[in-house]
């Protein structure tokens, strides 16, 4: 074969090659969701979503996992054999008075919390979304025993668009109808820099909860949930030294009670602690050692991060935001989900509006246990 021949051939294998690839990247785009994340063997790993999901009508009711998948599956996860009593520092307890004790009293019985994180980008273009995410709340909120919808800030892409706001509001108003909304500023909800909070705080969904207790700004709240035996805090975007100092104070005063802490920004993406984050750590978490869980979001993506302190307790942190993937990251919220007998939290992620679990391929970063967590 002359030279001439053997380059023609090898210029026609190229092209040919060229030809395949080509082919083969149209067709990606027609991939479900979860064919794109998992790969060849989606079939094994997740079944949920079998076609490209359509934006869902708003008068079509979105889907909720069945009881199978509840008892079978998600509960099973609270479960461990060797559970361990919440470890909190020795306080002495008040004699409560009758009424407590026929209505406050905390139940031996799973409860949860649904978390929404980021949810700017369906305020601004897909209320649609939004509204999918409240009505499943409202109806898985039963099977759930869900106590409360919570979101760890950023409600809004631009506060000063009272579009965004209208949108927002009419989801929380579905949710509010049926259970309690919670909610910490984020830097978009009031501003990264020049902070404004009277916008944000002209929401009632933002500031209303007469059994909650403010500080003096209302940047931050605590709210201890006799029932299910938890004390919530939440602390508003940009935060000093005074802001943790009311919430240390306010945290001992319900140091009987596990704390969970919504903070806007903890950690980045790679598990390691934002500036924000730091600053949280050093000035509330060494402080207050009832604080067992930390629940943010702001940066993309999902992380978890632990550490353990020197008197032995542990505490939890968790990140996720899906929001900036405008076709497979819309719509997911986590159900986390306390066992009172084990301590543990089961913590699994779906979205109401593509009907699919677990976002990522690896489906540990969606759905696992913190055993022994609060």
Not at 67 to 84: A, D, G, Q
Request: negative net charge; hydrophobic residues 35%.
């Amino acid at each position: 074969m002359t030279k001439t021949r053997m380059f023609q051939a090898l210029w026609l294998l190229l092209l040919s090659l060229i030809c395949v690839l080509m082919f083969y990247y149209r067709r990606e785009p027609t991939k479900s969701p979860q064919e794109r994340l998992f790969g060849e063997d989606a079939v094994v790993a997740a079944t949920t979503v079998e076609q490209t999901p359509q934006p869902l009508p708003t008068d079509t009711p979105t889907p909720v996992p069945t009881v199978y998948e509840i008892t079978e599956v998600f509960i099973p996860l609270l479960y461990t054999p060797s559970p361990v009593p919440p470890t909190l520092p020795p306080t002495p307890t008040p004699e409560p008075t009758p009424a407590l004790i026929a209505t406050e009293a905390p139940k031996a019985e799973p409860f949860s919390l649904i978390w929404f994180s980021d949810t700017q980008y369906y305020a601004y273009k897909r209320p649609d979304i939004f509204l999918s995410m409240a009505e499943w709340a409202t109806r898985i909120q039963i099977d759930y025993n869900a106590a409360a919808v919570i979101c760890t800030g950023d409600i809004v892409d631009n506060r000063n668009y009272t579009r965004h706001w209208t949108n927002a509001e009419a989801a929380i108003d579905k949710i509010t109808e049926s259970m309690p909304f919670y909610c910490i500023a984020g830097n978009h909800d009031v501003g990264a820099d020049k902070v404004e909070y009277e916008t944000y705080l002209s929401y009632d969904f933002c500031s209303a909860p007469e059994e909650m207790e403010f500080s003096a700004d209302r940047r931050c709240w605590v709210l201890p949930l006799y029932r299910q035996g938890i004390l919530l805090c939440g602390i508003g975007w940009q935060n000093d030294d005074a802001y943790a100092d009311w919430l240390n104070a306010r945290i001992e005063v319900y140091r009987d009670l596990p704390a969970v802490l919504l903070v806007h920004s903890f950690l980045n993406d790679d598990s390691s602690l934002s500036t924000n984050g730091r600053r949280v750590e050093k000035a509330i978490l060494r402080n207050s050692p009832t604080v067992r869980l930390v629940l943010c979001g702001h940066n993309d993506g999902s992380a978890r991060w632990s550490r353990t302190y020197g008197d032995g307790h542990v505490v939890n942190a968790m990140m996720y935001n899906f929001q900036d993937d405008k076709k497979y990251g819309l719509g997911y919220a986590r159900i986390l989900m306390f066992n009172p007998n084990t301590r543990n939290i089961a913590v699994t992620t779906y979205s109401p509006y593509l009907n699919d679990y677990n976002y990522y391929r690896d489906a540990e970063k969606d759905t696992f246990t913190l055993y022994n967590a609060w």
